[in-house]
């Protein structure tokens, strides 16, 4: 089976977060005779191929598994099976690039201790830092992180990347409003919670573009709102949900704590209830700027290299490079549709492109040897 097979039978079976069984079998039995890898699995999904030579640090290369809950409508002849999912966000795509590098691997035995993991659920669940949680990475002596993700913003071709915060900080938010409910032509028997649940919005956007720094992108989000049963009724709850995206720490924080006081000050004027909750959030991802810098000297000739600027869009292998100088960087795919449309579908030729790169960082680190993480 080729890359371009194993990557069409991927896209046909995509599967949600943790549920990433089918799929995990499909990776297992590919490398099921490969002696040279020891396979590590998790109480949930994913898996972790290690390839081990000497005693020195391991260098780790991330994919992740999971699709989201999107009816396809690309109409190609390799589309999703399972109803009401896809590989909306290119996850096929990067497995299919990990599972070549692994390949090239075991076929030219470099000198260099590898991980390769096949990471479970990173659209919203943070899958990386479940798998962190489980102490595997404690038995490793781990130099260097390093992961991709396609984008249509860029043509097959090309890579770009950037040093420092190149994924924003991504912060879900759940406001639930309760009031109480009465006959709309007696207002005065009731506490409309839709009201209080404009004002929040309302507040929340106003103090937003004036309490950060124009120049610090922030942003606030309510993507879903439920409010009332009845046209004729004064709604008894209003629940908001949504999500905020900062480039730092500090401004996470800080509109964490706008929020949760301007739901308070909402709900004491209106004389109702709220509960806030932050049921989720991603680390940042950093770039070294070592690493960074060795991406650009190995594109070469054959894949140009851009520029590019820091990406409100939430990833969790910030988790990763939290914890160990990191590198993931977009890889162009030809593609006008954004991610996470129903009608995305990305040029398969990126595949190996993406395994090139990886295969040139192996390469790299053992040219360089122990002067690979040091300044240029």
């Known amino acids: 089976m080729n890359l371009y097979q194993i990557r069409q039978k991927l896209h046909q079976i995509p599967e949600l977060a943790y549920e990433e069984k089918k799929t995990q079998s499909f990776i ?20 972790l191929f290690e390839y081990k030579r000497n005693e020195q640090p391991y260098l780790l290369f991330r994919a992740d598994m ?3 809950p999107i009816a396809e409508e690309t109409g190609c002849e390799f589309t999703s099976k399972n109803t009401g999912i896809m590989h909306a966000c290119g996850h096929d795509i990067h497995m299919t690039i990990l599972i070549g590098l692994i390949k090239e691997v075991l076929t030219k035995k470099p000198d260099q201790n590898i991980l390769f993991l096949f990471q479970p659920a990173e659209e919203g669940h943070g899958g990386a830092k479940t798998i962190i949680n489980t102490g595997i990475f404690n038995n490793f002596s781990i130099e260097a992180v390093f992961a991709l993700h396609i984008t249509g913003k860029y043509p097959t071709g090309t890579i770009a990347s950037k040093s420092g915060i190149i994924f924003g900080i991504p912060q879900e938010f759940d406001i639930n409003i309760t009031g109480k ?9 009731g506490k409309d919670a839709f009201l209080a649940g404009i004002d929040f919005y309302q507040s929340l956007s106003l103090i937003t573009s004036k309490a950060f720094s124009p120049i610090e992108p922030v ?3 309510v993507g879903y709102v439920q409010a009332g049963t009845m046209r004729n009724s004064l709604p008894a709850q209003c629940i908001m949900q949504g999500t905020t995206r900062t480039l730092t720490k500090e401004n996470q924080l800080k509109l964490n704590q706008l929020i949760e006081n301007t739901a308070k000050a909402v709900a004491l004027k209106y004389d109702q ?23 650009k000297n190995i594109c070469g000739k054959d894949i140009q290299f851009i520029d590019t ?3 409100m869009t939430g990833e969790d292998f910030g988790f990763f ?3 160990y100088p990191g590198l993931l960087f977009w890889l162009g795919t030809n593609n006008s549709e ?3 449309s129903s009608t995305f579908l990305p040029d398969q030729n990126s595949i190996t492109i993406g395994i090139k790169l990886f295969t040139r960082i192996i390469e790299l680190k053992l040219l360089l040897k122990k002067d690979f993480l040091k300044q240029l």
């Open 181 to 189: 409910s009465s006959h709309v032509a007696m207002p005065q028997n």
């Open 321 to 323: 490079t939290s914890l």
């Open 66 to 68: 999971d699709a989201l």
């Open 273 to 295: 209830n709220v509960e806030v909750g932050f049921p989720s959030t991603y680390d940042p991802v950093v770039n070294h700027p070592v690493l960074n810098q060795h991406l």
């Open 338 to 340: 954004d991610l996470h």
């Open 309 to 311: 600027q820091a990406s």
């Open 28 to 47: 297992l039995e590919l490398f099921k005779n490969e002696k040279k890898l020891k396979t590590h699995l998790f109480p949930t999904t994913g898996i």
């Open 219 to 221: 942003v606030f989000h």
